[in-house]
């Protein structure tokens, strides 16, 4: 329902609950409860509560002992106050919080205490997941504070977070949020040939590119909430050599400058204005994307699930896989916390299968016998006296026809110091030791060996 003359507007957290009304009067916002789920009721309702408000004859609600009650007027009068202070989507999440659990549950504010916020988490595991009871409890955490700044309870309560074990429950009434799906780097490339270079129908007068914004979510890993922030030339211009992503465009509140690929600054390049929004948002990329992917080769189910936020997800296994950089890929992606990105990337069969063959490689060391024949050993593999951790870095151990058991020790020539006399003993240790190894010994020494 839009905002009506008199200036107030009508919301609601879902279907069948209780309508609530929200609007301005003074600078000062209000969201404060109809108790009413009838539209027409509620919407009189509403008016009657405007008029009072703008009046001035509006009246704190108080319980029967006179303690000030938890409802949506003290709500309202709280995300008033703080609203300068946080994120608007925070704002509406903490409506919602206030509204669905915490006013229903502690009905009074002196019922804030710590024993009551404690059965409130046992109560609300028992149907959603541990990170949402942690947002509800910093929902209410916030409001503690503020009922203490203005005198509605005499001291702040301690709110413990849930236990570190607790793992809660799904709520079955909402849709569960789906997995990324699996993109490989060439899947990726498929996909950006196969996309159009701009929106097929005009949007408010102009069409939209669309394969430039692909190209550099993929160059980048930005998510898509920032990309259709990004504007012109606050953030970049044309030949420049870096991206700049302002604190208010990104979700972690992560200001930084980002270097490009040369990749991304041509796409940026292409379709850069001299001002205004590069990219803006325009819900036609999902499906143009879908059908790139199908015309790309990748399955059908793949094809038809495939988001715009999978390119983020596949570029930050991209960067982490094969051991790359780990700093740098969490400056990319906007992380402060490696755990953040450890939980973007993501398994997969390819994976698996370089995983295996690079453990291949290490437990089954191959190399020609005349290869080693009055060769020196890695001193590394000497000094460790452990072949494990070596043995995929010594070059000698990657050529085919391994036969560890013939591994020979050079022979000290004459005139040869006491060192090379020492070195060859050590290569006939490590021998003994690849061959046991293969027989099965996790130590690495042979019976033999011991005694």
């Not at 329902?1 to 609950?17: C, E, F, H, N, V």
């Not at 669905?100 to 059965?119: K, L, S």
């Not at 740098?328 to 992380?335: Q, V």
């Amino acid at each position: 329902m839009a905002r009506t003359a008199q200036g107030w507007k009508l919301i609601r957290s879902g279907p069948g609950a209780a309508f609530r009304v929200r609007f301005t009067h003074a600078g000062k916002r209000h969201v404060l409860g109809t108790g009413s789920a009838d539209r027409g009721e509620a919407a009189r309702e509403a008016q009657a509560i405007w008029a009072e408000v703008a009046l001035g004859q509006q009246r704190e609600r108080r319980v029967a002992d006179g303690t000030r009650a938890l409802d949506e007027e003290l709500v309202g009068e709280w995300l008033a106050d703080v609203s300068t202070t946080l994120d608007p989507r925070t704002v509406r999440s903490y409506e919602d919080y206030c509204a669905a659990t915490i006013i229903p549950f502690f009905e009074r504010v002196d019922a804030i205490t710590r024993e009551r916020a404690a059965a409130y988490t046992r109560a609300r595991l028992a149907k959603v997941l541990r990170k949402t009871v942690t947002k509800e409890l910093s929902c209410l955490r916030g409001l503690a504070r503020w009922c203490v700044e203005k005198g509605y309870l005499a001291a702040l309560p301690v709110i413990d977070a849930p236990p570190r074990k607790a793992t809660g429950q799904a709520c079955k009434a909402r849709k569960q949020k789906r997995q990324p799906v699996e993109l490989l780097p060439d899947d990726v490339s498929a996909i950006l040939a196969a996309l159009p270079e701009r929106s097929p129908r005009r949007v408010a007068g102009s069409v939209y590119p669309v394969r430039a914004y692909f190209i550099v979510a993929w160059e980048t890993g930005l998510r898509p909430g920032t990309l259709d922030g990004l504007r012109a030339p606050e953030d970049y211009k044309r030949g420049a050599e870096s991206l700049r992503v302002r604190d208010e465009i990104d979700k972690a509140r992560f200001g930084r400058e980002l270097s490009l690929t040369d990749a991304a600054r041509a796409a940026l390049d292409a379709i850069c204005p001299d001002e205004g929004l590069l990219f803006g948002r325009h819900g036609g990329r999902r499906h143009m994307l879908r059908e790139a992917a199908e015309r790309a080769g990748l399955p059908a189910e793949k094809a038809a699930l495939v988001s715009p936020y999978d390119f983020r997800h596949a570029r930050a296994t991209d960067l982490v896989a094969d051991g790359r950089n780990m700093p740098g890929a969490m400056f990319l992606l906007g992380h402060k916390h490696a755990s953040t990105t450890s939980r973007y990337v993501h398994g997969s069969w390819t994976l698996a299968e370089k995983a295996l063959a690079a453990a291949t490689r290490i437990a089954q060391p191959e190399v020609a016998p005349e290869a080693l024949d009055g060769a020196i050993l890695d001193p590394f593999w000497i000094t460790c006296g452990h072949p494990h951790e070596s043995m995929a870095q010594n070059p000698l151990v990657r050529e085919p026809g391994v036969e560890p058991g013939r591994l020979a020790a050079p022979e000290p020539k004459s005139g040869a110091s006491a060192s090379s006399a020492t070195l060859a003993k050590c290569a006939q240790r490590i021998g003994a030791r690849i061959a046991a190894v293969h027989r099965g010994y996790p130590c690495g020494r042979t019976s033999a060996a011991r005694s």
